[in-house]
């Protein structure tokens, strides 16, 4: 069985900084994309940052140029690196993990527990 958890949530006061990780344990896995979202209360799940194997990266409008994604395959883990904190990005964050359980050879997507994120004016 492969399961990802994420780390790193916190509190911090506008324009601060959060560094957030999301690693892959378990059974042997593959990890070949990587996608971070997030919920506020009342609202629905969004995508923030993601990245593939092959290095490309997608972000809204909303963190462009705040948040950076990174991926290390070799560690099956993923990084969300938050600057610039507003008050708005009090969140759960989510990481949702692709690849490959090398036991089955089955491709999976995982989505650990969630990290939460809270952002004070």
């Known amino acids: 069985q492969v399961y990802v958890v994420e780390s790193g949530g916190g509190s911090v006061q506008a324009g601060g900084s959060l560094r957030l990780s999301c690693a892959a344990s378990g059974s042997a896995f593959n990890m070949n994309k990587v996608g971070w979202y997030r919920q506020a209360p009342g609202k629905q799940r969004e995508l923030v940052a993601a990245i593939n194997s092959g290095g490309n990266l997608n972000y809204p409008d909303s963190v462009k140029g705040r948040f950076t994604i990174s991926m290390n395959n070799a560690r099956n883990a993923a990084y969300l690196q938050m600057n610039s904190l507003k008050p708005e990005d009090t969140a759960v964050y989510y990481c949702?993990?692709?690849?490959?359980?090398?036991?089955?050879?089955?491709?999976?997507?995982?989505w650990g527990q969630g990290t939460l994120v809270t952002v004070s004016s």
């Open positions: 949702n993990a692709g690849g490959v359980e090398i036991r089955t050879a089955k491709y999976l997507e995982l």
